[in-house]
């Protein structure tokens, strides 16, 4: 089903899900659920669906935590330095690699949930945009100033610019 697919050897920790196209589109979640390699789930199934009807004939999942976890509020409270740089390195490996790199801010208001979650969004935003990356958010961001999860959007909405580094100081 998916043929870009980088996780850890026991599949807990999840870095990149995605399908290869010329124009790919970069996601950036909160953190995995449950899609794999061989099986999609509801959120990779809607970024998958809007990558398509926005001109992109590719996309690739990745997260600002690794870990696998089908309700953020489990996320354990921290996380080691190793794992969050193991992420960071293959979401930028991966987007280093793009002609033209567009990247959908899509964690929600989650972000706020673990102080990890919030530092891994500043370095991500600080590392993307220094390697000219556009950063997007779909739909209107939500009332305290988040892009939304894909999982809670409408298919009529539309990609506006978002900027991550003025996002995170906000915060």
């Known amino acids: 089903m998916f043929d870009v697919y980088l996780c850890n050897r026991r599949d807990s920790a999840r870095y990149l899900l ?5 124009r790919m589109l970069v996601v950036v979640g909160l953190n995995p659920s449950t899609a794999n390699r061989e099986h999609s789930d509801v959120t990779a199934s ?3 669906r809007v990558a398509l009807s926005h001109g992109y004939d590719g996309f690739v999942m990745t ?5 696998r976890s089908t309700d953020p509020e489990a996320l354990p409270t921290k996380v080691s330095d190793y794992q969050l740089r193991q992420n960071q390195r293959a979401i930028l490996e991966f987007a280093a690699a793009q002609a033209d790199l567009q990247v959908w ?3 929600g208001s989650g972000v706020t949930r673990r102080p990890y979650l919030l530092r891994s969004c500043r370095r991500l935003g600080r590392a993307i945009s220094g ?3 556009r950063w997007l958010h779909f739909g209107p961001l939500s009332k305290g100033g988040h ?3 894909p999982s809670r959007l409408s298919y009529a909405w539309q990609f506006g610019t978002f900027d991550p580094l003025v996002y995170t100081s906000k915060l």
């Open 18 to 22: 995605g399908k290869s196209g010329e």
């Open 46 to 48: 809607k970024v998958e």
């Open 63 to 67: 997260n600002l935590c690794p870990l």
């Open 105 to 107: 801010a899509a964690w």
């Open 131 to 133: 390697l000219g990356g």
């Open 147 to 149: 892009p939304r999860h």
